[in-house]
C-alpha cells in the first residue's frame, strides 16, 4: 500500500490551487453577492486544461488519472464550490458518461470538443416532480424515423444556461412494465430548436455558479445522439453518479479544508478573557472533528479514485466517500462559523458562504438520506453490482497518453 | 539561442521562519520555487518562443532542489541540471555564484542566463551581479522589459526599474539579466509539462565535474537570532459617515504622536 501522491499529483495540486487562489478568489465574494458566474471562469479553466484533466489525449484531454481529477476538484472547491460544480457535471456526470458509454463516433462528436473545453457540458436527471426519485421522469423521447422528439422540463441542472452540451434521460418506453427500464439517455446540443433555459435565482449557496431549468418543446434530435441502448437510461445516469459523487467527495473534502484552515488563523489570532480562542478546549474540540473529517475524507475519496484508476467498480466506495464527506463539510462549516463568532455570521469572511455551499451538496448527487439507504442495502446484501455493459475504463497511462 | 536560468528552491512564502536552537527553521512547511524565479523562467521561456532555442534550468542546492527544477521544467523549460555537492552546505552568493558561472560554461555557448531579482529566504539579492562578474559578462539586473533582443547582432536592450525611476540599457551577449515582477505574469505549469517534468530524470553534476574554482565563503552567520516581538494592536474606527470616521481617524493619529 502506498498512501504518498507522486510528483505528477503534487503538481497537479499546485497548479489548480494557483489558479484557483490567484484568480479567483479575490473576486469570489462579488459574484457570489452579485448570483453570477464571472464570465472568465470556464474560458479560463478550458485554456488551462482543466477541463479535460483526465480525459485520454487522444479526445482532446490531458491525460491524467482519476486521482488528479479529485485532487483538482479538492483544490478548486477550497476557493468555491461553483469552481468544483463545473468539474462535477462537465467531467464527472457528463464527459465520463461519454467516455465509459459513447461510441467512436460519439466521443469524436462530443467527448473531443469538451475534453478541449470548447464545449461545456452538463448532465439533466431531476425534473420539477422527479428528483431521488428518477423512475418517476416524465419527459419524453420518441423514436421517428432517424430522430428522436424530446419534450419535457429539467430542473435543477447545473450550468444549465452555460452549456452547449446536456447528457439527458428521458422516457422512450412508456409501457415498460418497470418504470427504470423505460428511460434513454441523449446528448442534446442545447442549440437547438425548441430548447429554452434560464437560471434559478435565490438559492441558499452556489450563487456564483449556474442552476437551473432546461425545456425540451418538440426538440429533435438525431438518433446517433442517444447514448448506450433504448433502455439503458437508468444504469447510464447511476454510472454517471459514481463518477459526479466522485467529484463532489474530493470537492467536499476541500471545503472541511478551507473550514479548518479559516478555523486555524481566527482562532490563534482572535483573542477573549485574555487568550487566543484556539486555547479554550471547546473550540479545540470542533477543531479535532474537523481535523479528523478532513483525513478520514480525504482517504475514502482517494481510494475511490484508485479504484477508478484500476478500473474496479466503486459504486458503494464512492457513495460513501461523498455522503461522508458532504455531511462532514457542512458540519465543518458551521462550526468554522462558531469559532469566527459573529464575524463568521457576515460575509466579510469567507465561512459563511462555506456554510451555505455545503448544504448543497448534501442534497444534490444522491441525498444523504438516500446514501444511507445505499450503504445499508450494501451492508444487508438487499443491493449487489450487477455488471455493466460498459464499465469505466481503468487508467492507463500508454492508452491515455497516445495521441491517436 | 540558448538560455539558461538560475531557480532556487526556499520555504514558502506562507512559511513562518524563525530561529530555534541558533538555527533557522522553517517547520514543516513546504519548500517552492523562489517565487522571483518563476519571473526568470517565464521571461526565459518568452524569449525562446520568440527567437527559438532551448532554456536549461540550472539550481545549486541539494536533492529537494529538483522539486523547483521540475516546476520550471513543467513551465515549459526543456532540459534542468542540479549542482548538489556536499561542500557546498555553507556556500554564500559568492560560492553559489562561481559553481552556478561554472556550471553556465559547461553547458556552453549560452547567449542569456536569467534570474529573479533576490531570494526569498536570504534576500541577499547580489547572485545574479556576481555570476555576470565570475563569467565576465555584461549584468543587466532589476529589469522589468526586455525591449529589444536581437541574436544576430547579439544585443538586448533593457528596462530596468531603479529608485530614481526607468533606465533603459542596452548590452551585448552573453548577458546576466535579473529580473522584477513587472517583466511578465509567470505561467501555471500545464498539465502536459507535468507530465514531462515528473518523468524527467535530472542529471546531478559536482563542483569536481563541473571543474569550478571555488573560493571560500566570505560570509559566516556567527549568530543569529529572531527579531524582537512586536505587538500589534488593531483598532477600526467606525462612526456615521466618512467624514465623522476621518475626524476620528485624525484625532487617533495626532493622540499617538506619529505624525
Ligand atoms: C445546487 C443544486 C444543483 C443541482 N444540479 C443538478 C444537476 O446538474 N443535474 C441534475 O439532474 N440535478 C441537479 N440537482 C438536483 C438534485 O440532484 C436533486 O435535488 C436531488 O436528487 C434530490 O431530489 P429532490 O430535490 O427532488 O428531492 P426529493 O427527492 O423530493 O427528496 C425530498 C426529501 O425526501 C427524502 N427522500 C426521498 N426519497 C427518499 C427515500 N427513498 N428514503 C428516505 N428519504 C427520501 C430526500 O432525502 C429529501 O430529504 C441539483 C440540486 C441542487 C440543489
Known sequence: ?404 | MKIVVCVKQVPDTAAKVVVEDGQVTWGDAPLVINPWDEYAVETALLQQEAHSGDVTVISVGDEDAKEALKHALAMGCGNAILISDPGLENADSLVTSQVLAAAIQKIGDVDLAFFGRQAIDGDVGVTAAQTARVLGWPSLTLVSAISELDPVSSSIRVERSVEEGRQVVEGKLPAVVSVIKDIAEPRYPSFMGIRKASRAEIPVWSVAELGAEVSDPVVSWPEISNPPKQEVITEIISGGSPAEIAETLAEKILETKVL
Not at chain 1, 452555460?162 to 441523449?186: E, M
Open chain 1, 1 to 404: 500500500m502506498d498512501f504518498a501522491l507522486t510528483d505528477e499529483h503534487r503538481m497537479v495540486q499546485q497548479m489548480v490551487k494557483g489558479f484557483a487562489q490567484k484568480e479567483v478568489s479575490p473576486v469570489i465574494k462579488e459574484y457570489d453577492r452579485k448570483q453570477a458566474m464571472a464570465p472568465f471562469i470556464l474560458p479560463r479553466m478550458a485554456e488551462l486544461g482543466i477541463l479535460g484533466i483526465c480525459l485520454p489525449v487522444r479526445y482532446g484531454g490531458q491525460g491524467m488519472d482519476y486521482i488528479a481529477l479529485g485532487l483538482a476538484c479538492e483544490e478548486l472547491e477550497a476557493v468555491d464550490s461553483t469552481l468544483r460544480v463545473v468539474m462535477s457535471v462537465h467531467m464527472g456526470l457528463n464527459s465520463m458518461a461519454l467516455l465509459q458509454w459513447g461510441t467512436e463516433e460519439q466521443k469524436e462528436r462530443f467527448l473531443a470538443p469538451q475534453a478541449r473545453g470548447e464545449k461545456i457540458a452538463c448532465f439533466g436527471l431531476t425534473e420539477p416532480g422527479a428528483g431521488s426519485d428518477v423512475a418517476a421522469i416524465l419527459s419524453t423521447a420518441k423514436r421517428d424515423g432517424d430522430i428522436y422528439i424530446i419534450n419535457g422540463e429539467k430542473m435543477w441542472i447545473s450550468l444549465a444556461t452555460k452549456a452547449d452540451h446536456a447528457l439527458i434521460v428521458a422516457r422512450t418506453d412508456l409501457d415498460a412494465a418497470d418504470p427504470h427500464d423505460g428511460l434513454s439517455a441523449f446528448m442534446v446540443e442545447l442549440n437547438r430548436d425548441g430548447v429554452t433555459s434560464g437560471d434559478i435565482h435565490g438559492k441558499l449557496g452556489v450563487r456564483a455558479g449556474s442552476t437551473g431549468w432546461i425545456a425540451f418543446q418538440d426538440v429533435e434530435i438525431p438518433a446517433e445522439n442517444r447514448i448506450g441502448e433504448e433502455g439503458e437510461g437508468f444504469k447510464i445516469a447511476m454510472s454517471s453518479l459514481d463518477n459526479g459523487r466522485y467529484t463532489v467527495a474530493a470537492g467536499a473534502t476541500g471545503l472541511i479544508r478551507a473550514s479548518l484552515e479559516a478555523s486555524l488563523r481566527y482562532a490563534q489570532e482572535r483573542k477573549a478573557f485574555g487568550r487566543e480562542v484556539g486555547k479554550f478546549q471547546l473550540v479545540q474540540q470542533k477543531i479535532a472533528h474537523m481535523v479528523q473529517s478532513y483525513e478520514a475524507a480525504k482517504l475514502l475519496y482517494l481510494r475511490a479514485g484508485w479504484m477508478k484508476n484500476q478500473g474496479i467498480r466503486n459504486t458503494c466506495e464512492t457513495s460513501l466517500a461523498k455522503w461522508f464527506a458532504t455531511d462532514a463539510s457542512f458540519d465543518a462549516a458551521s462550526e468554522a462559523i462558531q469559532i469566527h463568532g459573529a464575524y463568521g455570521y457576515s460575509d466579510e469572511y469567507d465561512v459563511e458562504r462555506y456554510l451555505r455551499n455545503a448544504k448543497g451538496a448534501v442534497i444534490y448527487e444522491g441525498t444523504s438520506e438516500i446514501h444511507q439507504l445505499i450503504q445499508a442495502g450494501y451492508a444487508l446484501e438487499y443491493r449487489d453490482n450487477v455488471p455493466l455493459r460498459c464499465e469505466l475504463p481503468a487508467f492507463d497511462d500508454d492508452i491515455w497518453q497516445k495521441e491517436q
